[in-house]
């Protein structure tokens, strides 16, 4: 094209302009081994078309033949597009590490490893209690786990799959979990005396995973590019959402919608609200991971061993029915 006789100089830098092109994606790197091998046929091509005489062409576009000028144009950008490659080890600001590592964004994934195992344990222990099977109760306990995110994927919708499905490791995490708690969990209490009220480390693996969960939920909240209030609200129901479905199939009230159990969705809504304002200052993701996780963490004990909880209706009634505990711990 740019050596025929008679060619316009227009064609000429258009031929030009391609085989730049074709050069950037034989040269960049990260580019699919396919699309170089397509660029260099196409320039090879390209030489061995223009090295030659080349009447046909010319009379075409000297004549003005639109339809020929339309094939040989469609042929010239018949290339694939060039792939874009994200450079390894690059994560958004409001993302994670696929698996835990000792960034703050990794420690993070390992907090929310650990939460979904406590989130499991607890609910496959309060299954149990309320006499469903061997096969049962690890559901329930898995429903308590992934069920919060769940939920969140669902209401950003936009074609979204329930992170489970690509995340598959936290389906064996919270089965096995659940699969050891019901088998193991008697023996444990006859031979080591635990005792669910005094298991300190349930209680710090559940806060922690309250603080991981909140602040996990805001930041898919913002990467779907949701308002703040709403960011809140990806975070409450990835920390709350499992224990609502959990407490409706086994047939109890919502834990987290009532005084006389400790404080889930406050904490989860203060983590995430500070995420989102430590974000809105402009700091770096570790220092609002860790604010976030942080404040979740602090709600989360001092409901349960500073008594804290929200004001009740003022009526006699109201004050009685919050006085029955029954399993409000689990």
């Not at 030009?16 to 046929?41: Q, S």
């Not at 329930?162 to 444990?188: D, K, N, P, R, S």
Request: contains cysteine.
């Amino acid at each position: 094209m740019m050596t025929t006789p008679g060619t316009r100089g227009v064609d000429k830098n258009h031929a030009m302009l391609m085989m730049r092109t074709m050069m950037k994606m034989m040269t960049t790197p990260g580019t699919r081994g396919v699309d170089k091998n397509h660029a260099m046929l196409m320039m090879r091509t390209m030489m061995n078309t223009t090295s030659k005489e080349a009447p046909s062409s010319s009379k075409l576009y000297s004549t003005g033949s639109n339809s020929a000028k339309n094939a040989i144009t469609k042929q010239s950008f018949s290339a694939p597009p060039q792939k874009v490659v994200a450079r390894p080890g690059v994560l958004a600001s409001d993302g994670m590490p696929r698996y835990p590592n000792l960034t703050v964004p990794g420690l993070l994934r390992g907090s929310d490893y650990i939460g979904t195992c406590s989130f499991a344990l607890t609910g496959t222990l309060l299954a149990a209690s309320k006499g469903l099977d061997c096969f049962g109760a690890p559901i329930i306990g898995l429903i308590t786990a992934v069920g919060g995110g769940t939920i969140r994927d669902f209401v950003l919708g936009a074609g979204r799959r329930a992170f489970w499905m690509e995340e598959q490791e936290y389906v064996y995490l919270a089965l096995a979990t659940g699969v050891a708690t019901f088998f193991g969990w008697e023996y444990a209490k006859k031979h080591f005396e635990v005792v669910r009220d005094d298991a300190w480390w349930i209680e710090a693996s559940d806060a922690l995973g309250v603080g991981a969960f909140c602040v996990i939920g805001c930041m898919n909240g913002v990467r779907a590019g949701v308002s703040a209030i709403n960011c809140i609200a990806c975070g409450v129901f990835t920390a709350t959402g499992g224990g609502v479905v959990r407490d409706v199939i086994v047939g109890r009230p919502p834990r987290i919608f009532h005084s006389y159990a400790t404080a889930y969705a406050t904490p989860a809504a203060a983590g995430a609200a500070t995420y989102l304002l430590a974000r809105k200052m402009g700091v770096s993701t570790s220092a609002r991971i860790v604010s976030g996780v942080t404040v979740g963490i602090l709600g989360r004990v001092a409901s349960e061993s500073g008594n804290v909880r929200l004001p009740l209706y003022e009526s006699e009634e109201a004050k009685a029915n919050a006085k029955i505990k029954g399993d409000h711990r689990l």
